[in-house]
């Protein structure tokens, strides 16, 4: 069965400074996508960044950046030049085998400090 | 990519009412998800909806407590019915469009 965790229930970060957040993942699937998603305070999920398993280059989207280690299992998204506008709720999430549902993980709250 | 206009924002009903949640994608979509976020938790999967057959329940739901309507491929509402406190949570619909998933605003529900 599929499952997200993510580890590190919140973190902070300078503003300007960067921050990594971690999720590790179980699937049986060889071929399937990752996902980071951020929800607000106005409780929008919001996609930040996708990553197709069976591709090796790591996702880019603007400051927003993943580390993808398909081995270990591991799916973890940097943030450079963090911004108040990026303080919210960052999930984790897999589509579960032979499916389009989505599983989360618990979910991380991110603090942006001025 | 598409866009999901979700509707009540929010409400604050009476225990033992029901709430039609509506949620319109600017897109025709195959499958539709309903999902529950309860307060200070992550996103957990109610069921999905396919246009022209019955909804499938993730275990721990029922279509008695939320049935679901998908009559068309741009439009489903989820019912919670006979609430209680317990179903205080934000609601959420989603699709999957393009390049990912598309999320309504969410409804924030209030039982008193």
């Known amino acids: 069965a599929q499952t997200v965790t993510q580890s590190q229930p919140e973190m902070s970060v300078q503003e300007a400074e960067t921050v990594t957040l971690s999720c590790t993942y179980d699937t049986s699937e060889s071929d399937y996508y990752l996902f980071w998603y951020k929800q607000p305070p106005s409780r929008q999920m919001i996609l930040v960044i996708r990553?197709?398993?069976?591709?090796?280059q790591n996702a880019t989207e603007n400051r927003f950046s993943v580390n993808f280690q398909k081995a270990a299992k591991s799916f973890s998204l940097k943030i450079s030049d963090s911004q108040l506008g990026d303080a919210a709720m960052y999930f984790c999430a897999l589509p579960k085998g032979g499916s389009e549902k989505l599983v989360f993980g618990k979910g991380m709250k991110l603090t942006v400090n001025p | 990519s598409a866009v999901i206009s979700q509707k009540p924002s929010r409400d604050i009903c009476q225990r033992g009412t029901s709430l039609t949640i509506q949620c319109q994608v600017d897109?025709?979509?195959?499958?539709m998800f309903w999902y529950r976020q309860q307060p200070g938790q992550s996103l957990t999967l109610i069921a999905t909806a396919n246009q022209g057959s019955e909804a499938t329940y993730e275990s721990g739901f029922v279509i008695d407590k939320f049935p679901i309507s998908r009559p068309n491929l741009t439009f489903s509402t989820l019912t919670v019915s006979n609430m209680s406190p317990e179903d205080s949570s934000i609601y959420l619909c989603s699709a999957m469009t393009g390049y990912g998933y598309t999320f309504g605003s969410g409804t924030r529900l209030t039982v008193v």
């Open positions: 897109s025709q979509v195959t499958m």
């Open positions: 990553q197709e398993a069976y591709k090796q």
